[in-house]
């Protein structure tokens, strides 16, 4: 993790200003971060220090099961919080967040802002419309599970976990995240080459027509409207 300072985090602070979300200064002891691919953000089980505002890049949402599973349950992308939950909950359990290309997010410390940030009605009146959006697109997930082709949902996803062309996710979570057999995400993957959609290099794959996956993902956007 690299944390910018001086002209790079003004720069950062100026171009992707989120004054308008608050009615208060946050720029003061705001720390602009920087998370390579693979990092974590945030471990599970580890309540953060800071609240994140994502402005560049994605990351993943982790949760490990009693039974020691690992279970990808959600993705994070640009203009998403990170560390929400936490700061309006005493208890809550935090899940593992792990940087799926290079993200770059505001953190605001919570021992200098949580008062402030739990009585300022612009702030709060913002991250309702984020969890409903958030809570909606989970209720989307699972809807989408049950009513479209794997070829779709998987489309989707490549496009959602994808470092620039390079996708190499690997299939046991794909298939635990999708819903679906090892065998029939293998048979989906193999069409996706046989069209020229992917090229495999061996354990990852080249996205070579990311038109043709975004027509496809498409599809599940569309029957939302």
């Known amino acids: 993790m690299e944390i910018y300072n001086q002209e790079k985090r003004q720069h950062y602070l100026e ?3 989120i004054s308008h979300l608050f009615s208060f200064q946050v720029e003061e002891f705001m720390e602009v971060r920087e998370y390579k691919r693979d990092e ?3 471990r599970e089980g580890m309540r953060p ?8 890049g994605k990351a993943k949402i982790y949760v490990t ?3 020691g599973k690992v279970s990808l349950i959600n993705f994070i992308n640009a203009h998403d919080y990170i560390g929400e939950m936490e700061l309006l909950h005493e208890v809550y359990y935090t899940k593992g967040i792990q940087a799926s290309t290079k993200t770059i997010c505001f953190a605001m410390p919570l021992h200098k802002y949580r008062n402030r940030l739990l009585e300022d009605t612009t702030f709060l009146r913002e991250l309702t419309k984020f969890l409903s ?3 909606t697109k989970m209720a989307e997930k699972y809807s989408q599970s049950l009513s479209f082709p794997l070829e779709n949902r998987l489309a989707d996803f ?3 976990t994808a470092d620039g062309e390079i996708y190499k ?4 979570t794909v298939c635990d995240f999708l819903g679906v057999s090892y065998r029939h995400l293998l048979h989906v993957l193999v069409q996706f080459c ?3 959609y992917l090229q495999k290099e061996g354990r990852q794959y080249l996205i070579r027509r990311s038109d043709e996956l975004h027509r496809l993902a498409d599809v599940l956007k569309n029957d939302l409207h």
């Open 15 to 17: 171009q992707y200003s």
């Open 40 to 42: 974590w953000i945030i």
């Open 49 to 56: 220090d800071y609240l994140y505002y994502v402005i560049e």
């Open 65 to 67: 099961y009693q039974n």
């Open 133 to 135: 959006m958030k809570a």
């Open 158 to 160: 490549i496009l959602q």
């Open 169 to 172: 996710e690997k299939h046991v």
């Open 194 to 196: 046989d069209k020229g």
